[in-house]
């Protein structure tokens, strides 16, 4: 199985700040590469697929890039409504995997 | 509008047995795969099982493999989960996802999950 490994595990920020987190597969997926955003007691939503396709409805700020084994989510200015966890999944092949999550807190 | 609504969760001994459901509306059912995702109490995602748009292909995750069985009746819009032989571990809020498009593995649209506690 593909495993993912995201960086940081967690991670402190203001609003306004620039916040990368990274998710790096264990062989070549290509871009087969989702990111997905989870708030406190809600369901996971879809930010990014195809590493780097913003889906509908998604506010800009968020982008991603990446494509083999490097994949990077950056929110460009962390807003309030940015507080959550973010997780990477790979869709390259089966079993479907995602990584340990991201949690991003307020400093 | 999309909608996904599981059901069936609860608390159930180990070994025991549950079956989820999940009835999808407002998208064409039978023209989408299928997905269950399950997260543990304070845990991250895991996949589970996936299934196709018309019931002839399945995966499932190596931990749940030859004990939970997907399938869907496109009939009804309702996509299931049987669950056997139920562990601790299993302990999780249960998920249906609908899947992107096909051939495209990944989440647009997520039920808002049910419990399933295993526990004597």
């Known amino acids: 199985a593909i495993q993912l490994t995201q960086s940081p595990s967690s991670l402190s920020a203001s609003v306004g700040d620039r916040v990368t987190i990274t998710c790096r597969a264990s062989?070549?997926?290509?871009?087969?590469l989702a990111w997905y955003q989870q708030k406190p007691g809600k369901v996971p939503n879809l930010l990014i697929y195809?590493?780097?396709s913003l889906e509908s409805g998604v506010p800009s700020r968020f982008s991603g890039s990446g494509s083999g084994t490097d994949f990077t989510l950056t929110i460009s200015s962390l807003q309030p409504e940015d507080f959550a966890t973010y997780y990477c999944?790979?869709?390259?092949?089966?079993?479907?995997?995602f990584g340990g999550g991201t949690k991003v807190e307020i400093q | 509008e999309v909608q996904l609504l599981e059901s069936g969760g609860g608390l159930v001994q180990p070994g025991g047995s549950l079956r989820l459901s999940c009835a999808a509306s407002?998208?064409?059912?039978?023209?989408?795969?299928m997905t269950w995702v399950r997260q543990a109490p304070g845990k991250g995602l895991e996949w589970v099982s996936y299934i196709s748009d018309s019931g002839g292909l399945t995966y499932s995750a190596d931990s749940v493999k030859g004990r939970f069985t997907i399938s869907r009746d496109n009939s009804e819009n309702t996509l299931y989960l049987q669950m056997n032989s139920l562990r601790a571990e299993d302990t999780a809020v249960y998920y249906c996802?609908?899947?992107?498009?096909?051939?495209?593995?990944?989440?647009?649209?997520w039920g808002q999950g049910t419990l399933v506690t295993v526990s004597s």
């Open positions: 999944q790979q869709f390259n092949s089966y079993p479907i995997t």
């Open positions: 195809d590493a780097s």
């Open positions: 407002g998208f064409t059912f039978s023209s989408y795969a």
């Open positions: 996802a609908k899947n992107y498009l096909r051939g495209r593995n990944f989440f647009d649209y």
């Open positions: 062989q070549g997926i290509s871009s087969a």
